[in-house]
T-cell receptor, first 114, second 109 residues
Framework: SQTIHQWPATLVQPVGSPLSLECTVE??????LYWYRQAAGRGLQLLFY??????ISSEVPQNLSASRPQDRQFILSSKKLLLSDSGFYLC?????????????FGEGSRLTVL | GQNIDQPTEMTATEGAIVQINCTYQ??????LFWYQQHAGEAPTFLSY??LDGLEEKGRFSSFLSRSKGYSYLLLKELQMKDSASYLC??????????WGAGTKLIIKP
């Protein structure tokens, strides 16, 4: 069966520090991969998505970046965090053909920037 | 712009029925999704509608009217574990998901 893991689960970082969130998927090949951010009282905001190794599409201009060094690995990074980067970050995957469009989410990473 | 509207919060009684509405205005339509999200956890898939009508899955049903830009999620025989946020999302013409802010459902005994 397919599983998705992301880490760390929680982190508290000072403004201006770097960030690295990692996500891996097991049990499937060639998945579509996504990074979302969820702010309180707002809908999920798509940050990045990837349809293959090295292929990253950015949806929102910001100080975050994403990379996909391997088929089932997706990394979210920042060189210098801002206060506004605080939130709940979710990695997700979907089947490449996307028949039902179902997204499978990781456990989430709660980031607090102080 | 693209917009998904759903009530911010609803309260219902254990054992009762509740209907959570969702209206949308998007650039094209390629399906509507409902997800359940317990506090502090990731969303989990509940249902998918692409044609008009009702889809039933156990205690949960989802309805879609494309002409009205409207959907609802119906939860029957409510249980305390149904206390969660319910997220409505629409897939637009670019196959991107547009998400509502979610409806927090509070179940009282």
């Amino acid at each position: 069966s397919q599983t998705i893991h992301q880490w760390p689960a929680t982190l508290v970082q000072p403004v201006g520090s770097p960030l690295s969130l990692e996500c891996t998927v097991e049990g499937t090949s060639n998945p579509n991969l996504y990074w979302y951010r969820q702010a309180a009282g707002r809908g999920l905001q798509l940050l990045f998505y990837s349809v293959g190794i090295g292929q990253i599409s950015s949806e929102v201009p910001q100080n975050l970046s994403a990379s996909r060094p391997q088929d089932r690995q997706f990394i979210l990074s920042s060189k210098k965090l801002l206060l506004s980067d605080s939130g709940f970050y979710l990695c997700a995957w979907s089947e490449r053909e996307w028949d039902t469009g179902e997204l499978f989410f990781g456990e989430g990473s709660r980031l607090t920037v102080l | 712009g693209q917009n998904i509207d759903q009530p911010t919060e609803m309260t219902a009684t254990e054992g009762a029925i509740v209907q959570i509405n969702c209206t949308y205005q998007t650039s094209g339509f390629n399906g509507l999704f409902w997800y359940q999200q317990h506090a502090g956890e990731a969303p989990t898939f509940l249902s998918y509608n692409v044609l008009d009508g009702l889809e039933e899955k156990g205690r949960f049903s989802s309805f879609l009217s494309r002409s009205k830009g409207y959907s609802y999620l119906l939860l029957k025989e409510l249980q305390m574990k149904d206390s969660a946020s319910y997220l409505c999302a629409v897939r637009d013409s670019n196959y991107q998901l547009i998400w509502g802010a979610g409806t927090k459902l509070i179940i009282k005994p």
